[in-house]
Nanobody
C-alpha cells in the first residue's frame, strides 16, 4: 500500500528550528513532485515549498531564507528544515507528493498526502 507518513512536528520557541520528515512507503518507482503545505486555524491551506521533477524549488515569500525543502530519493523521503521559526508559522503541515509506483498491473502515478503534523511556535 502506498502512503506518506509524516513526523517531526512539535512545540518550539520563536527562533528555534524543526525538521519535518515525510516518508513514502510501498513499491515506489519515483517521486516526481513534492510539496509542503500548511494550514493554520481559520485559514486556507497554503503552499510553503515545492517543486516538480527537474524544476526549481519554489518557496512562499513568508518562508524564503528560513525553510529548506530536500528530497532523498534513496530513502523515498522528503524533508522540510525550518529555521528561525516565528509564531505565525504555527499550523498543521502536510506533505504532498506525486508518486509513480508499481500498482501490480503496471506503473501508476498518483498524488498522495501525508496525515499532517502540528507545528506550534510559542514561548
Amino acid at each position: 500500500q502506498v502512503q506518506l507518513v509524516e513526523s517531526g512536528g512539535g512545540l518550539v520557541q520563536p527562533g528555534g528550528s524543526l525538521r519535518l520528515s515525510c516518508a513514502a512507503s510501498g513499491r515506489i518507482f519515483s517521486i516526481d513532485g513534492v510539496g509542503w503545505y500548511r494550514q493554520a486555524p481559520g485559514k486556507q491551506r497554503e503552499l510553503v515549498a515545492g517543486f516538480t521533477s527537474g524544476g526549481p524549488t519554489n518557496y512562499a515569500d513568508s518562508v524564503k531564507g528560513r525553510f529548506t525543502l530536500s528530497l532523498d530519493n534513496a530513502k523515498n523521503a522528503m524533508y522540510l528544515q525550518m529555521n528561525s521559526l516565528k509564531p505565525e508559522d504555527t499550523a498543521v503541515y502536510y506533505c504532498n507528493a506525486r508518486l509513480t509506483y508499481d500498482g501490480g498491473r503496471g506503473y501508476r502515478s498518483d498524488d498522495y498526502w501525508g496525515q499532517g503534523t502540528q507545528v506550534t511556535v510559542s514561548s
